[in-house]
C-alpha cells in the first residue's frame, strides 16, 4: 500500500516541480501538493505540465501562505487522509505549524515532517539564541526531519537540536538530471581543453628547460674554448 503524502509549497517553481516528479515516481509513494501561488519572480516560473502527482492549488501568495486562513482550511479538510504531512519548518510558517500540531490530537496516525537546513534562521546574519529555541521549538513538534545534506545533519545532532532517531538527510532538492541533459556536453569540452592545455603547458616547460640547458652547454663550451685559447697563447 502506498504511503500517502501532502507536501506544503509557498512556492512552487519549476525546479521543485521536477524534483518532485521524480519522488512522486518513487515506488509506494502517493503524492499530492498543497500550492500557493508563490512570488511574481521571473525566476519563480512554474511549471504545469506533466506532473505524475496530484495537486491543489491555491491563490495565495508566498508572503501570506504562512499565515492564511485558506491554507489552514484546506490543510484541516486534507489532513486525515495523508500518512505524512511536509511543512517547512520556517518562521513565518510557525502558524500554520501550530495549527497542525492542534489538528494532529484528533489523528494521531498523521505524521509530521520537514525539509531544511541545520538552523531555522534569517536569511542574513548569524545564528542567535531566540534562531535556536525556534529551531528546537520546531524539531521537538516535528515527527522526522530530513536535512539537505549530511553536514546539515550531523551538525543538527551534535548540537543537540533533535533527537537523533528522528533525522535524517539527502541531497539537495536539485532535479540534476536537467543539468545532466542540457550541460553535460560543456564538462566534457572542458575537459578536452584542460588536458590540450595541460599537454601544452609541459611542451613550454620542455622547450624552456631545452632552451635554459642549450644555454648553460653553450656557456660552458665558450668557457672551454676561451680556456683552451689561453693555455695555447701561454705555451707560444
Not at 32 to 42: E, F, I, N
Not at 53 to 82: M, Q
Amino acid at each position: 500500500m502506498a504511503i500517502k503524502i501532502l507536501w506544503l509549497a509557498p512556492n512552487f517553481n519549476h525546479y521543485k516541480a521536477r524534483y518532485l516528479n521524480h519522488f512522486a515516481n518513487a515506488q509506494g509513494i502517493d503524492l499530492t501538493v498543497l500550492a500557493g501561488s508563490g512570488r511574481s519572480d521571473p525566476s519563480d516560473k512554474e511549471l504545469l505540465d506533466n506532473l505524475d502527482f496530484k495537486s491543489i492549488r491555491l491563490e495565495v501568495p508566498k508572503y501570506k501562505f504562512g499565515w492564511s486562513s485558506e491554507i489552514r482550511k484546506a490543510l484541516k479538510t486534507n489532513f486525515k487522509d495523508y500518512d505524512w504531512i511536509l511543512i517547512p519548518a520556517e518562521k513565518k510558517n510557525i502558524i500554520l505549524f501550530l495549527y497542525a500540531i492542534v489538528i494532529r490530537k484528533w489523528y494521531k496516525n498523521v505524521k509530521l515532517f520537514s525539509y531544511n537546513h541545520t538552523y531555522i534562521k534569517p536569511k542574513k546574519g548569524n545564528v542567535g539564541i531566540i534562531d535556536t529555541l525556534i529551531t528546537r521549538f520546531f524539531y521537538f513538534f516535528l515527527d522526522r526531519v530530513i536535512f539537505y545534506t549530511e553536514e546539515s545533519y550531523t551538525k543538527a545532532i551534535s548540537g543537540k537540536l533533535i533527537n537523533p532517531e528522528k533525522a535524517d538527510w539527502a541531497n539537495n532538492a536539485i532535479d540534476t538530471s536537467e543539468i545532466e541533459k542540457h550541460y553535460f556536453f560543456l564538462f566534457n569540452a572542458f575537459l578536452s581543453y584542460f588536458f590540450l592545455f595541460r599537454f601544452l603547458f609541459h611542451c613550454f616547460a620542455d622547450w624552456l628547460a631545452l632552451v635554459s640547458l642549450t644555454k648553460t652547454l653553450s656557456t660552458f663550451l665558450l668557457a672551454m674554448k676561451r680556456s683552451n685559447q689561453k693555455q695555447c697563447s701561454w705555451q707560444k
